[in-house]
C-alpha cells in the first residue's frame, strides 16, 4: 500500500482538521487510480501498473479557513482482493462506483458493486462512467442515468485521461460531505465557494451531476490548471486503470 499526499495545500496546525474517507470500488482496469490521480492534479501517463490490495492518497483543502483532510482509498477490482474492500469501506464517508463506458461488463456488473457496498454500510454511493474520450462506448449516457436514478445516486460521466468533468465532480461530491450539513449556502454557492478556495477555475460548461429522480440539468464544469507532481515510486499509473 502506498500513499500520496497532496503538495497543494499544507496543513496548520493550529486549526483544527476535519477527515473523509472516500473509496472507489469497480472491476479491474476501469479508471479508479487515474482518477483519483488527476483529483491530486497528476499528469495523466500511458503506462501504469493494476492497483494491488488498497492503496491510499490524501488530499488537503479549505473552506472559510478550515482544513479538510480527504483520504481516498483506491481498490483493486480483481475478485481476490475484495475481501479487503469491507474494512475500507465501513466508516467511509463517500462511495464512488466506477465502470467503463467502453467496457459493457464492467457496467452490468455495477449492480452487484452496489449491492456489495450496501451490504456493508449505508454509505453515500456515486456512480462514475470513466473514458468518455473513446469513441468505442459501448454503455451511453442514458443508460448511465438510468441505473443511478433507478439506485437513487448520483451520476457523473468523466474522462481521467483528459481531465474532463474530474473537478466538476470532485467539487460536486465532496459538497454532499457531512462537514457542510446544515450550512445555510446552498449547494452551489459551496460549491463555487470551494473551487474559489483551492485555485479551481470555471472553464466551460458542461454535465451536472444526474440527482436522484431528476434530470440531468445544466451547470459550470470546473477543470483545473494540472500542476505537474512526479508519481510515487515504485508505482506507475496509467490509462484509467
Known sequence: MTEQDSNEDSVDNSVSVTRHKIIFVGDASVGKTTIISRIMDNPYSDVYEPSIGVDFMSKNIKYHGQNIKLQMWDTAGQEKYKGLIPSYVRNSSIVFVVYDVSVKTSFDNIPKWITFIKSIENNTLVLCGNKIDLSNREVTKEEGEALAQKEGISFFEVSAKTDENIKNMFYNVVADLPTFAGNSDNKQNI?????????????????KANDPGQKPASKINVDGESKPVEPAKGKKKNCGC
Open 191 to 207: 460549491i463555487q465557494e470551494l473551487m474559489q478556495e483551492n485555485g479551481v477555475e470555471n472553464t466551460e460548461e458542461g454535465i
